[in-house]
């Protein structure tokens, strides 16, 4: 098992930034797909992004491709994902995920382990 703790979140005016960070501890990081997720009030949880196993592959949703990017440091045990341009829309609680899949994948199903979350409001 993997437990993971999410950091970063907070309050940022439009066209800001801020960086989450998900910090992972149990069995090794690096045997892990890692993907961000964020669910806004009143709506399903969504994929964001992802990151293969060596951080070798990636995948964004159409609506933060260009703003956000996820990286991982394996030697570290952390997924970071660094959002800049931040819009109203961006606001949600952002839950970090870890998958034992070898693919990179897009769907909750995939990730049994899953961070408490954090949330991000961006103001207009």
């Known amino acids: 098992q993997v437990q993971l703790v999410e950091s970063g979140g907070g309050l940022v005016q439009a066209g800001g930034s801020l960086r989450l960070s998900c910090a992972a501890s149990?069995?090794?990081?690096?045997?892990?797909?890692m993907g961000w997720f964020r669910q806004a009030p009143g709506k399903e949880r969504e994929s964001v992004a992802a990151?293969?196993?060596?951080?070798?592959?990636?995948y964004y949703a159409d609506s933060v491709k260009g703003r956000f990017t996820i990286s991982r440091g394996n030697a570290k045990n952390t997924v970071d994902l660094q959002m800049n341009s931040l819009k109203p829309e961006d606001t949600a609680v952002y839950y970090c995920?870890?998958?034992?899949?070898?693919?990179?994948?897009?769907?909750?199903?995939?990730?049994?382990?899953w961070g408490q979350g954090t949330q991000v409001t961006v103001s207009s």
């Open positions: 990151i293969s196993r060596n951080g070798g592959n990636t």
């Open positions: 149990g069995r090794a990081f690096s045997s892990y797909v």
């Open positions: 995920a870890a998958s034992p899949l070898v693919a990179v994948s897009t769907e909750e199903g995939a990730y049994p382990y």
